[in-house]
């Protein structure tokens, strides 16, 4: 276990399986290599929270929950980066959201799309080559349908 | 910066594998055809700058809203 300070939730205790490495950092703040991936049950989100910077953390989603055919086309040389094949390993895909001053305005970006390799804990933020996505895909619609108790 | 003056359907070697290729020329904008090796990542610097700005308002804020909250408000609202 490590103790860390992150962003959201103050001082916490994580475990060190959770500790993902960036090589290439994430755009804008590619000196920042390294990130825990806290994940809280019962939220559709999860947090990247820098190891050595406690005001920098992203907000994650997995894209598939609102787009079913999100379809993953990245560079060769990005999976090499986080040392997948695609067609044998398994991998985890997450768009960042932005939560704007009104939140219900919160988008999630498509275009830039964060890979990770869950046995090496390494991971990248690819562009899509298929550039048909959003930057800012309005979530919160989507949400509510996924969220919504299915009684209603 | 190197400056090279190019002519329709001429074009330019980067390295040995990398050829860029003036494919067609229209009054205020030029298309490029570009052949590489598959691993050379090659991305319209807009749309590089965007998600970088993007990944950036990302974190700006500094008190995060309650998500669940937000969340429930609107599913209930309906």
């Given at each position: 276990m490590a103790k860390i300070q992150t962003k959201n939730f103050g001082t916490i205790e994580i475990a060190d399986t959770q500790r993902i490495t960036?090589?290439?950092?994430?755009?804008?703040?590619?000196?920042?290599?390294?990130?825990?991936?806290?994940?809280?049950e019962d939220s559709p989100f999860l947090w990247l929270q820098?190891?050595?910077?406690?005001s920098l953390a992203f907000i994650l989603i997995n894209p598939y929950l609102f787009i079913q055919d999100y379809k993953l086309e990245i560079n060769h040389r990005d999976w090499d980066?986080?040392?997948?094949?695609?067609?044998?390993?398994?991998?985890?895909?997450?768009s960042i959201v932005t939560i704007p001053e009104n939140p219900e305005q919160m988008t999630a970006n498509l275009q830039g799309?964060?890979?990770?390799?869950?046995?090496?804990?390494?991971?990248?933020q690819a562009i899509s080559l298929n550039d048909e996505y959003s930057i800012r895909y309005p979530i919160l619609d989507s949400l509510k349908k996924?969220?919504?108790?299915?009684?209603k | 910066m190197l400056v090279l003056s190019r002519k329709m359907n001429q074009s330019l070697m980067i390295a040995d594998d990398i050829e860029i290729i003036i494919v067609d020329?229209?009054?205020?904008?030029?298309?490029?055809?570009?052949?590489?090796?598959k691993d050379i990542p090659i991305v319209r610097k807009e749309l590089y700058e965007a998600i970088k700005k993007s990944n950036i308002s990302a974190v700006?804020?500094?008190?995060?809203?309650?998500?669940?909250?937000?969340?429930?408000?609107?599913t209930t609202k309906k």
């Open positions: 960036f090589p290439e950092g994430i755009l804008g703040f590619e000196n920042e290599k390294e990130y825990y991936l806290i994940i809280k820098s190891s050595k910077t406690e980066t986080i040392k997948i094949d695609p067609k044998e390993d398994d991998f985890l895909v997450f799309p964060i890979v990770i390799n869950p046995k090496e804990k390494i991971g990248i996924v969220l919504s108790p299915e009684t | 020329i229209q009054k205020d904008q030029i298309k490029l055809g570009i052949k590489a090796p700006n804020k500094k008190d995060l809203p309650d998500l669940a909250t937000i969340i429930q408000k609107n």
